[in-house]
């Protein structure tokens, strides 16, 4: 075994402490003992610069053990003599049997007695820990709550979880707070930009990976229903609701927002933001029977909203508008072949160049297919033409016409005395066609 000698400790000891020295035939000197086993062996207290300490063992192949301020690590016994490492006023002072902790920082892992592979650099990091398993806390006040929860990693002041036993949690940043098992949360409320060079990305998108796969994903039966709104953050509400609106300190009071806080909060607040209300989402997902991943409920019941699901969804619209406008194109092309032809030719084209050059639209009726009732939505310009709705079957008799207001409206089918079939719908302006769409009604 390979002996370290520490002839700063030794010149200490000479200068401040008087006892019994012994060598022994080989060279090695007790302190108090007369079995010295090492270069330098102490047997009790050593007074280093005014501190007391007790080097508990100091080799090659055995873990250092340092007793501070004769506080730190006073509960170990047994095997947790060889395997923690403590520096600071009570850090580990009540751990019996715990294994492989490394506590830095006044009352870091204060209340640790059977908790192992634990790491708490900071003050009063992991203080509550008691049986917590393989947690790791950097910062003042890091993971301070935590008691019974593993795996979990803190890094930032205050960074911390919202329970005393969560699992598997990250939480980095200045208080930033996970709120349930295997969450992971960067930064607090007053962050407005998170970001890198490059987009974010999911890795368990492999093939390889998923299974029960179904090609059920709803396209504009779903986007045609949501709601996109702006709105100004509520960090008081947030705060409220998450339970995280005083700052944690050692003595239990609250403490006040800096000057620099206040400012954050309130330019955060300032922000005009684009989005979703979650939810609306959650509601209009749940009316067509979609389970969709986008809603995110957090352990605590706030709801969030994962946008880059949105996309799925989104080319799933897409493609079935890309669908209906070949079968519309195919329908007016075959119009076009009747005797008529020049007549709905040059109405057909005359609508597109007036649709494109003032503003005229037809939006897809929604739901559809339906069986009871359906809205279609409109956009007609301020140039005092008539306007009109006109609704032909396949065979292509006319079954309603509808007179159209100007502006942005829109109209609601009822099925009524229709049958169940497939129906055109197509927007006049003048005798202009504007543009045709399909719909189905079930029974």
Not at 96 to 105: E, F, H, K, S, W
Not at 201 to 211: A, I
Not at 359 to 369: D, E, F, I, R
Not at 383 to 412: F, W
Request: charged share 20%; hydrophobic share 35%.
């Amino acid at each position: 075994m390979k002996r370290i000698f520490l002839p700063v400790i030794l010149l200490a000891f000479i200068a401040n402490v008087s006892a019994q020295l012994h060598v022994t035939s080989a060279g090695n000197v007790g302190v108090e003992t007369t079995t010295p086993g090492y270069t330098l062996d102490v047997a009790g207290d050593i007074n280093l610069l005014g501190s007391t300490a007790n080097i508990i063992a100091w080799t090659s192949d055995v873990p250092i053990m340092f007793k501070v301020n004769g506080s730190d690590l006073a509960g170990n016994t047994g095997n947790a003599e060889q395997t923690n490492v403590s520096f600071g006023y009570r850090s580990l002072s009540s751990n019996p049997t715990g294994d492989y902790n490394t506590a830095i920082g006044d009352r870091a892992l204060r209340y640790n007695t059977t908790g192992y592979e634990n790491a708490a650099f900071g003050s009063w990091s992991l203080l509550s820990n008691t049986t917590g398993n393989n947690n790791t806390a950097y910062g003042d006040l890091s993971l301070y709550n935590n008691v019974t929860g593993n795996n979990n990693t803190a890094i930032g002041a205050k960074a911390k979880a919202s329970t005393t036993n969560l699992n598997n949690i990250i939480a980095i940043g200045y208080q930033a707070t996970a709120t349930a098992s295997n969450e992971a949360r960067i930064g607090n409320n007053n962050i407005t930009s998170i970001g890198g060079c490059v987009a974010w990305t999911t890795f368990l998108s492999d093939k390889r990976v998923k299974k029960n796969i179904r090609d059920d994903v709803p396209g504009l039966d779903f986007i045609n229903r949501l709601q996109p709104v702006t709105y100004n953050i509520d960090l008081d509400a947030i705060d409220k609701l998450r339970n995280i609106g005083e700052k944690p300190s050692r003595d239990g009071a609250s403490q006040e927002l800096t000057d620099a806080e206040k400012e954050a909060r309130e330019a955060t607040e300032k922000i005009v933001q684009t989005g979703f209300l979650a939810q609306d989402v959650e509601e209009v997902a749940k009316s067509i029977g979609y389970d969709f991943s986008g809603v995110d409920v957090d352990g605590i019941g706030v709801y969030g909203l994962r946008y880059a699901e949105f996309v799925v969804p989104l080319v799933k619209a897409v493609q079935e508008l890309s669908e209906q406008n070949e079968r519309l194109q195919a329908l007016v092309y075959s119009l076009l072949e009747k005797e008529d032809a020049p007549a709905l030719k040059s109405a057909y084209t005359t609508g597109l160049q007036e649709a494109a050059s003032k503003g005229a639209s037809l939006q897809q009726n929604s739901p559809n297919p339906f069986n009871q009732s359906t809205v279609i939505r409109y956009t007609l310009p301020q140039n005092g033409k008539s306007a009109q709705l006109v609704i032909n079957n396949t065979a292509g008799a006319i079954v309603r016409q509808i007179p159209l207001q100007a502006g942005t409206e829109s109209v609601t089918i009822e099925s009524g005395a229709l049958s169940a079939d497939i129906y055109y719908y197509s927007l006049y302006v003048g005798n202009s066609l504007i543009d045709t769409k399909k719909m189905i009604l079930t029974k």
